[in-house]
């Protein structure tokens, strides 16, 4: 593996940065679970640091994850659908994507949405008799997920039978949360009762990652060298040196502070599936308190001159792929702060998945914010709770009106905001972007 970065005349920011790193001890207080790296209170942190020793205790349970894809695929299983959403979902969409699928093993889809064309799909598409169905939530009250369950669990049981139905199923949730209670009484295959401590968005590693991508046949032991390779060069490095994943954490960080704060990330193709995951971490984990890092994924190359002085390009291939170097040579030529990661091969994702939840923990102690909580996701779950509770009661959803209809588009603005028609409202949306908030310098809406 290879790493390297060219940040330019920013380079003395992020020497700052470490220094200030080294000063206050902080890699040091982060493996000795300190959560004044962060906050003063430890509400939201002293039980989310659970990730810094999942190395070590999945290592423990792989011979029994092994144990249980080698039974399902005896069985005569073919394929797997996880139903999930966000954290639970994304690291085995990258296992799915990035490493296929091993001769006799099962062929994972993930189902995240709630959709139905996309639920349809999935359930006209899976022969109920060899598929298995894996229900992955932290919280085990997930509404989108146990609404999956259901719907399919209803099927299963028309199709084969309640006795043979919760034999098909199988959880991955946090103990004493209600998905496990209800794996007891559909009797299900199997329940793998996750570390409580893990967050979702840092879960890649744990058993919400693991369990499907043994499904497909990937070498968990060595996925996991790779990990804790990472791991032991974080917790024992030299006094005079840094680590990468420190260095990395410094450098998003200070570069966000300075403006930089657009995270770009230019893939390999075969990769590409990590750029979800990884968004959704440094979104989750730094989007708050009025800063934060905005990931960018997923977006198509443009001329150099089209970037505004918002960017860090994140540049990672893999060995031997050269598809995407000329451009990021030239964003280094234009003076933009590239950031190159090479993987020897598909395994080294275990490396990377550490690597930049250490990076974004970092990240959260230079912006002065708490990279473990998540409050507008919670507060979207509580508003859509209650959406729930007043339909059950009354029958209907309460709607907003439209500011304003333009033919069958409904358009719906804040009083500050004048949309007497579709383009209107597009075009004064806009305008409110500025330099460093999304518009890329005036020419192009690219963020």
């Known amino acids: 593996m290879q790493r390297g970065a060219d940040l330019g005349r920013y380079e003395p920011i992020v020497a700052a940065a470490l220094e200030e790193l080294k000063r206050a001890k902080v890699v040091e207080r982060i493996w000795a679970l300190d959560h004044t790296v962060w ?3 430890s509400a939201g942190i002293a039980n989310r640091l659970g990730w810094l020793r999942v190395g070590t205790q999945m290592r ?3 011979p029994q994850i092994e144990a249980f894809a080698q039974e399902v695929c005896a069985e005569g299983f073919t ?3 996880l139903l999930g959403m966000g954290g639970s979902s994304l690291a085995p ?5 990035a490493f296929g699928v091993s001769t006799g093993s099962l062929d994972l889809s993930v189902l995240d949405s709630t959709h139905p064309a996309a639920v349809l799909a999935q359930a006209n598409g899976l022969d109920p008799a060899r598929t298995l169905f894996i229900v992955s939530t932290k919280s085990g009250g997930t509404v989108e ?4 369950f259901k719907y399919f669990y209803n099927r299963i049981a028309d199709a084969l039978g309640t006795e043979r139905a919760g034999r098909r199923f199988v959880a991955i949730t946090d103990p004493g949360s209600g998905l496990a209670d209800a ?7 199997k329940t793998f009762l996750n570390d409580p401590n893990i967050g979702g968005r840092y879960s890649a590693l744990s058993y919400y990652g693991l369990v499907p991508a043994a499904l497909t046949g990937i070498d968990l032991n060595r996925l996991l060298d790779r990990a804790s390779a990472c791991m032991n060069q974080c917790h024992t490095q030299d006094a005079g040196s840094t680590d990468f994943c420190t260095w990395l954490g410094a450098a998003i960080g200070a570069l ?8 770009t990330f230019i893939l390999s193709p075969p990769i590409s599936s990590f750029g979800a995951w990884v968004e959704q971490l440094i979104a989750e984990s730094t989007g708050k308190e009025g800063r934060g890092i905005l990931p960018v994924e997923g977006e198509a190359l443009l001329p150099v001159s089209y970037y505004a002085d918002d960017r860090v390009f994140v540049h990672l291939r893999l060995k031997g792929d050269g598809s995407v170097d000329g451009t990021a040579n030239e964003l280094r030529r234009a003076g933009h702060p590239v950031i190159q990661i090479e993987l020897d091969d598909v395994y080294d994702l275990g490396r990377e998945f550490f690597c930049w939840e250490f990076a974004t923990a970092i990240a959260g102690h230079l912006l002065q914010i708490n990279p473990f909580d998540q409050p507008n996701v919670e507060s979207a779950k509580a508003g859509a709770r209650a959406m729930m509770a007043a339909y059950q009661k009354q029958g209907t959803l309460q709607l907003p009106e439209p500011t304003a209809v333009d033919g069958t588009i409904s358009i719906y603005a804040p009083p500050s905001l004048p949309v007497p028609d579709a383009g209107s409202a597009l075009r004064n949306y806009l305008e409110l972007a500025d330099p460093g908030s999304g518009n890329a310098s005036g020419r192009s809406y690219v963020a």
Do not use: M, Q, W
Not at 183 to 189: D, G, K, P, Q, S
């Open 39 to 41: 906050k003063p209170e």
């Open 60 to 62: 423990e349970s792989v």
């Open 79 to 81: 394929h797997a659908l």
């Open 93 to 97: 969409e990258v296992f799915r994507n």
């Open 145 to 148: 997920t146990l609404s999956l």
């Open 183 to 189: 794996a007891v009484r559909h009797r299900f295959r």
């Open 256 to 263: 966000a502070g300075k403006g930089r704060d657009k995270l």
